[in-house]
């Protein structure tokens, strides 16, 4: 059973740095592209960026360039999003997701969430 | 970047009645659209890819239609757990992008 679980919430203040988690299992982890899409309260989904964990290949959205940092550790499955800085403004629920299909690739399974919360 | 319009923002359907939700996109995406369920406190779930295959496990009264830039989802009988928001996502060009979504409610 394919599965991603991601890191508990976590409650910031601006300035502070933050790095949450995603792990997958039930498949060759090496092999899809992971995306992560932000929602912020009480609106729609918007996506940050992708990495292939086989060779840390990654792009991002213009909204999101220099804003953020995707990383991936192949060696335990897990694909990362970090901030240097956090701001108010981040404060959303982020969610990591699989890319599946085999010539374009759609979001087939999800991880539950990760709540961040920037607040002074 | 591509721009995904949904229509209406808000659907309003009795149970076991039709539900037709409509996407649109800015410039063609081909057949590359998919559409997700969400469900309050929930992760989004895929329900079409290719515009028109139901994803592993998804009833048949879901079904998707369209190419190019006009993209229709339909729920031909609402069912008390298809209540939700529903969005569409186009992953034909770079930045990937989501329409704004659709609410399905009871009437």
């Known amino acids: 059973e394919v599965q991603l679980v991601q890191s508990g919430a976590e409650v910031k203040k601006p300035g502070e740095s933050l790095k949450i988690s995603c792990k997958g299992s039930?498949?060759?982890?090496?092999?899809?592209?992971i995306a992560w899409v932000r929602q912020m309260p009480g609106k729609g989904l918007e996506w940050m960026g992708i990495?292939?964990?086989?060779?840390?290949?990654?792009r991002y959205s213009p909204s999101f360039q220099g804003q953020v940092t995707i990383s991936a550790d192949k060696s335990i499955n897990t694909a990362y999003l970090q901030w240097s800085s956090l701001k108010a403004s981040d404060t959303a629920m982020y969610y990591c997701?699989?890319?599946?299909?085999?010539?374009?690739?759609?979001?087939?399974?999800w991880g539950q969430g990760t709540l961040v919360t920037v607040s002074s | 970047e591509i721009v995904m319009t949904q229509s209406p923002a808000t659907l309003s359907v009795s149970p076991g009645e039709r539900a037709t939700l409509s996407c649109r996109a800015s410039?063609?995406?081909?057949?590359?659209l998919a559409w997700f369920q969400q469900k309050p406190g929930q992760a989004p779930r895929l329900l079409i890819y290719?515009?028109?295959t139901r994803a592993t496990g998804i009833p048949a009264r879901f079904s998707g239609s369209g190419s190019g830039t006009e993209f229709t989802l339909t729920i031909s009988s609402l069912q008390s757990e298809d209540f939700a928001v529903y969005y569409c996502?186009?992953?034909?060009?770079?930045?990937?992008?989501f329409g704004q979504g659709t609410k399905v409610e009871v009437k």
């Open positions: 997701a699989r890319l599946g299909g085999s010539s374009a690739y759609y979001l087939d399974y």
């Open positions: 039930g498949y060759s982890f090496t092999r899809y592209w």
């Open positions: 990495i292939y964990p086989g060779d840390s290949d990654t």
């Open positions: 410039q063609s995406v081909s057949s590359n």
């Open positions: 290719g515009a028109s």
């Open positions: 996502q186009q992953y034909n060009s770079w930045p990937r992008t």
